[in-house]
């Protein structure tokens, strides 16, 4: 495996080559992110261990979406069975993927129990949805720190398990091997993901700019369903952007060879700045 350092630049051609991809099949592709959130929705049903089953559900949805764009790029349909992709790979790929489930799942958790030491777990419940937000809550200064102290502290975790999913799929490294090259590929291709995210951001704040827009001037006719415009829109550019990741582990790691040589139908390594 080789990791490769891209341009600055290349953040943007993922963006729109995740969106290009997306529009092949978006029925399939966003039918395959609902069913992820709803599969980890359904987990948190659970007495007592559900929150943390669907937190740690979280690697394998992830890698089920750079599946599913794979399987677009290659002309196929993506259907429901890739919800159980890491079933189908082997013994040893499943029990890695777990334990990336695991480590996940511990790490949020110690992030929200990090930031429940400044404002007493206030921001920890509004954000894994126990009390709802309000204005005065919002408002209050220990529970703004603890708001940023999470989003510091997530921003390395993410970094961590970005690529993880990936490069335990395709290229059969284990766990915590996978979490090392995903956080160093990251971080040697800062540039790029910095393009790609805050082109994203663009992306979100555009488009909810034309939605409101279109709902307002359409606020006679759409009436009540206004609101589920929003959410179904939402959900869209959600499995847009999870369509897009797929391109940032193609360009940052090379083809593996030998015994773990990635298949020709799985994912297509060409050149990154190619059209798909």
Not at 172 to 200: D, E, H, M, Q
Request: hydrophobic share 60%; proline share 6%.
């Amino acid at each position: 495996m080789k990791l490769n350092i891209v341009p600055a630049a290349t953040g943007t051609q993922w963006v729109k080559l995740g969106i290009q991809t997306f529009w092949r099949h978006p029925m399939a592709l966003s039918a395959l992110f609902l069913l992820c959130m709803a599969a980890m929705s359904l987990v948190t049903l659970f007495p007592l261990i559900g929150p943390a089953l669907a937190l740690a559900m979280l690697p394998t949805a992830s890698l089920v979406m750079m599946v599913g764009a794979a399987e677009t790029l290659q002309g196929r349909m993506p259907t429901p069975a890739l919800l159980l992709v890491a079933f189908h790979t082997g013994r040893q790929r499943l029990h890695a993927m777990a334990q990336l489930g695991v480590f996940y799942a511990v790490g949020f958790l110690l992030v929200m129990g990090l930031s429940a030491l400044i404002d007493d777990g206030q921001f920890a419940q509004v954000y894994l949805g126990q009390i709802p937000m309000t204005p005065e809550l919002a408002q209050q200064p220990e529970f703004q720190t603890a708001m940023w102290c999470a989003m510091l502290l997530y921003l390395p975790l993410s970094l961590l398990f970005w690529h993880a999913p990936g490069l335990v799929h395709w290229h059969a490294i284990p766990p915590t091997k996978a979490l090392f090259f995903s956080f160093v590929a990251c971080w040697r291709n800062l540039g790029a993901f910095v393009v790609f995210f805050l082109s994203w951001v663009g992306v979100f704040i555009v488009a909810g700019l034309v939605l409101a827009l279109l709902t307002a001037l359409l606020s006679t006719l759409v009436g009540n369903m206004a609101a589920g415009l929003m959410v179904a829109a939402a959900m869209v550019l959600a499995a847009m952007f999870f369509t897009s990741v797929v391109f940032t582990f193609r360009d940052c790691f090379s083809a593996p060879d030998g015994d773990d040589e990635l298949e020709a139908d799985d994912v297509t390594y060409n050149d990154p700045h190619q059209n798909p």
